[in-house]
């Protein structure tokens, strides 16, 4: 029985390791950019991917691609919540953390309703408003491993990773600008930046390029959104099994397994016997992960099916981004 056990093991490995070593060669060409001309990996990732795409469609690589785009990811996702601790999310007081329910949650909700206006699934509005809320092209990413499959998804998830990506980068320039236009100190600078800048990485860079203190804010203003990951996730599996009924398929767990380990992996760095080291490369494997998973998404994609979405999800992911800064703003503002 070992023996025919190891045999499956070594079968199926043979079958996947083509396309998940296709997606890493990608991701470390990614990331070589990305270091060198100041990029998100993100977008190198998925631009470098759709290059590739031919690997996709035929040959020894396509079954590991697919693999990769879905467990792959979902491993990145669980080793995110390495990132937060409940000790952070505390530290800042019950403001900052009702701040962030209220602003995440309203964006998302109108973000739903938008995407209805402009002739789009709410579902799409799931998925750029929990992106543009949450922590970016990782939330993305996340959303549509929870959501229910359809034909349009992945190239949806990709148009949310790109559009995110780049609307973070330019709010990584320009938020500290509008930070000293409006005379913010160094806490309401740290909370405005981690409240509204999309992905944690420009959010880092945005904060520390004013002060120690407005980063040190910013960040933990921001691990506490990439909390909220957890209860949308919770969310949109629940619209999974509400659509997974109506279909006659089968009614998919209420909280996915990677969702699951999301928490644990957060409790467990609470404790606060996770090592520094291991919390590093915890972060750095997950990171990765992502960074992999958005290479395989890449490749099954060609350019000219993302570039047919039209200007509307660009509108709406644009308005999104402005009323999160809005309403972060308001809040620093009048309470």
């Not at 709010?171 to 500290?176: D, E, K, L, N």
Request: with cysteine; proline share 4%; hydrophobic share 60%.
């Amino acid at each position: 029985m070992l023996v025919a056990s190891w045999s499956s093991v070594h079968t199926k490995s043979r079958v996947l390791l083509p396309g998940i070593i296709a997606s890493a060669v990608v991701a470390a060409a990614a990331s070589f950019l990305s270091e060198h001309y100041d990029v998100p990996v993100m977008l190198f990732a998925l631009l470098l991917g759709m290059a590739m795409n031919f690997l996709a469609l035929e040959g020894p690589c396509k079954v590991g691609i697919e693999f990769t785009a879905r467990t792959v990811l979902r491993i990145g996702v669980a080793l995110l919540g390495l990132r937060i601790t409940f000790d952070q999310i505390a530290a800042l007081g019950w403001q900052p953390v009702l701040m962030v329910v209220a602003t995440v949650t309203v964006t998302i909700m109108v973000s739903m309703l938008l995407a209805r206006a402009l002739g789009f699934q709410s579902l799409f509005g799931l998925l750029t408003g929990g992106a543009t809320a949450i922590c970016g092209a990782s939330a993305a990413m996340a959303l549509s491993a929870a959501l229910p499959g359809h034909p349009g998804k992945e190239k949806a998830t990709l148009f949310a990773v790109v559009g995110v990506s780049a609307l973070s980068t330019i709010a990584m320039i320009t938020y500290p600008m509008v930070v000293h236009w409006l005379g913010l100190d160094p806490i309401d600078a740290g909370v405005f930046l981690g409240g509204t800048i999309h992905d944690v990485a420009q959010v880092v860079g945005a904060g520390y390029s004013i002060s120690v203190e407005a980063g040190d804010t910013a960040t933990i203003v921001k691990l506490m959104r990439v909390a909220m990951l957890l209860p949308v996730i919770v969310c949109a599996a629940m619209i999974a099994r509400a659509r997974g009924t109506e279909e006659g398929g089968e009614r998919p767990p209420l909280l996915p397994w990677f969702a699951l380990l999301f928490v644990v992996m957060a409790a467990v760095n609470s404790t606060g016997w996770v090592p520094v080291a291991v919390q590093s490369l915890g972060n750095d494997l997950s990171r990765w992960c992502l960074v992999i998973a958005i290479s395989a998404l890449g490749m099954k994609t060609q350019l000219k099916e993302l570039a047919s979405v039209g200007f509307k999800p660009i509108l709406l992911m644009v308005i999104e981004t402005v009323i999160l800064a809005a309403m972060v703003l308001l809040v620093i503002r009048f309470f």
